[in-house]
């Protein structure tokens, strides 16, 4: 079975700082991943996602994330933070060939400081 | 091009009641699911329909039926509303191509919020 660990429910930065999102997936196979965006009282919007080849992904809006096998992680990361990023952040999963399920994490709600 | 609409926005229940939530999508996709999200649950799937004229199970189906109208459409049932299915509803789509084998990006909609009382 496949799960997703977001360490960190609310992660605070000061505007123009780094944003570093964590998630580590547990899963026999590498999975797909994905990173979802969702703004307050709005639907998910993908940001990126790792299928194959190039472990790092750019994604929308600056942010872009890592593929590390050997670590089971696809940490999320942004060099400067924006006002316009506090949202809620979700971390998913999918075997390659399965079911259609997307396995999501709990979520890390974003807050920008002034 | 709308993309993926649901509705009703909101609405409140009494436990007991039934109420069907609608999800229509113009993307020409094959695949729609339902998912529900709880606070620092994350979405957990409910049902999802591969293509038109199947429907399969999720993680949390109990208490939900669901139907594939058609291409564009797929229903979700509440028959006896209870308190445990307060949540926020979302459907999604994904065009899942034959061989493309799970990368499909998923498209969710604006989502409705059910209170049941």
């Known amino acids: 079975a496949q799960s997703v660990t977001q360490l960190g429910s609310h992660v605070s930065v000061s505007e123009g700082a780094l944003v570093l999102l964590r998630c580590n997936y547990s899963?026999?196979?590498?999975?797909?991943l994905f990173w979802y965006v969702q703004y307050p009282n709005q639907g998910l919007q993908l940001l990126l996602k790792y299928t194959t080849g190039a472990t790092l992904v750019k994604g929308i809006n600056g942010f872009e994330a890592e593929f590390k096998k050997s670590e089971t992680s696809f940490h999320l990361t942004k060099p400067s933070a924006h006002m316009s990023d506090a949202a809620e952040y979700f971390c998913?999963?999918?075997?390659?060939?399965?079911?259609?399920?997307?396995?999501f994490g709990s979520g890390t709600q974003l807050t920008v400081l002034p | 091009n709308a993309g993926v609409t649901q509705t009703p926005k909101f609405q409140v229940l009494k436990t007991g009641q039934s109420m069907t939530l609608q999800c229509a999508q113009d993307?020409?996709?094959?695949?729609m699911y339902w998912y529900r999200q709880d606070p620092g649950m994350g979405l957990r799937l409910i049902y999802y329909?591969?293509?038109?004229?199947?429907?399969d199970k999720g993680e949390v189906p109990n208490g939900y039926n669901v139907s594939r109208l058609n291409k564009r459409e797929f229903s979700l049932r509440l028959e006896s509303a209870a308190p445990s299915q307060t949540s926020v509803y979302f459907c999604?789509?994904?065009?899942?191509?034959?061989?493309?084998?799970?990368?499909?990006?998923?498209?969710f909609g604006p989502g409705t919020r059910l209170l049941v009382l």
């Open positions: 329909s591969a293509s038109e004229g199947t429907t």
């Open positions: 999604a789509t994904s065009k899942e191509d034959t061989g493309t084998g799970g990368q499909e990006t998923q498209y």
């Open positions: 998913a999963v999918r075997l390659s060939g399965s079911a259609r399920q997307l396995t």
């Open positions: 993307m020409n996709h094959n695949s």
């Open positions: 899963s026999s196979v590498p999975p797909y």
